[in-house]
């Protein structure tokens, strides 16, 4: 939501300087307007779309859907492809003392092949996430 509403005020903000400059005359006729507004409204439905992880015990199908894949094909990867899911913790202290926790889930396939499924980049979400994977799938699940 923080994306968009940043990404809105970015634009509403850049229309009004090129209109209050009259920097491109006749702007609303031009084809840098058209351009802007397709860009706009296409980066505001990319950031509105879902990203998605599910897994499909019945069907045994890992489906993946985060980045480019939100608006294409998802990715879907076999259980008997997965060889483990890894958890990688990461803490950063900024200068202030706040420490932000970091928790990169991956698959780790046969061919070791590794994809990104999801990052949480609060505690007690990624100990959430963990202790709900290991309720609801049979993978094996790996800490670092």
Known sequence: MLKTLL??????????????NGLIEGFHDSWQFQVAAVACMAMVIFIWQECKL????????????R?????????????????R???KRHAHEDEDGYVTNEGYFHLQLN???VY??????????IDDAYDQLKKHTRLKITNH
């Open 85 to 87: 899911i890894i958890l």
């Open 54 to 65: 599910e897994f499909d015990e019945m069907m045994q199908v890992v489906t993946i859907r």
């Open 116 to 125: 990104l499924m999801v990052v949480f980049n609060d505690a007690d979400a």
């Open 111 to 113: 061919n070791n092949k």
């Open 67 to 83: 980045g480019l894949t939100r608006v294409f094909p998802a990715t879907k990867i076999n259980y008997r492809d997965i060889d």
């Open 7 to 20: 990404t809105l005020f970015c634009a509403g903000f850049l229309y009004y300087v090129i209109q209050a």
